[in-house]
Nanobody, 127 residues
Framework: QVQLTESGGGFVQAGGSLRLSCVAT????????MGWFRQAPGKEREFVAA????????KYADFVKGRFTISRDNADNTGYLQMDSLKPEDTAVYYC????????????????????WGQGTQVTVSS
């Protein structure tokens, strides 16, 4: 059974950085897509970034372009979200997710595409 475990969230001042990790276990990940989503209190869950596990192609939401970087380490089955220049509006619970389906990256902005989810990690950015 696939399990995703996030870590790396915390409290940071505006302009600071955090690196989120997502360890995936349960099988070999080769053709999957991994995504990061976030949900702030009272808001819908929204897409942040995604990556193809096989060749590392990426897609970002417009509001994180140039500030966040998604990556993965195939050897460790771990995905990362490096978050720089954080803003108070980035405060949310961040979730990693995986789908085994080879969706085009244009399609993975929809959370319904993802089969497996982590428990979430809180990121709080103070002004």
């Amino acid at each position: 059974q696939v399990q995703l475990t996030e870590s790396g969230g915390g409290f940071v001042q505006a302009g600071g950085s955090l690196r989120l990790s997502c360890v995936a276990t349960g099988r070999t990940f080769s053709r999957d897509r991994m995504g990061w989503f976030r949900q702030a209190p009272g808001k819908e869950r929204e897409f942040v970034a995604a990556i193809t596990w096989s060749d590392g192609r990426t897609k970002y939401a417009d509001f994180v372009k140039g500030r966040f970087t998604i990556s993965r380490d195939n050897a460790d089955n771990t995905g990362y979200l490096q978050m720089d220049s954080l803003k108070p509006e980035d405060t949310a619970v961040y979730y990693c997710a995986v789908t085994p389906n080879m969706y085009p990256l244009t399609a993975v902005t929809d959370s319904k595409r993802f089969s497996y989810w982590g428990q979430g990690t809180q990121v709080t950015v103070s002004s």
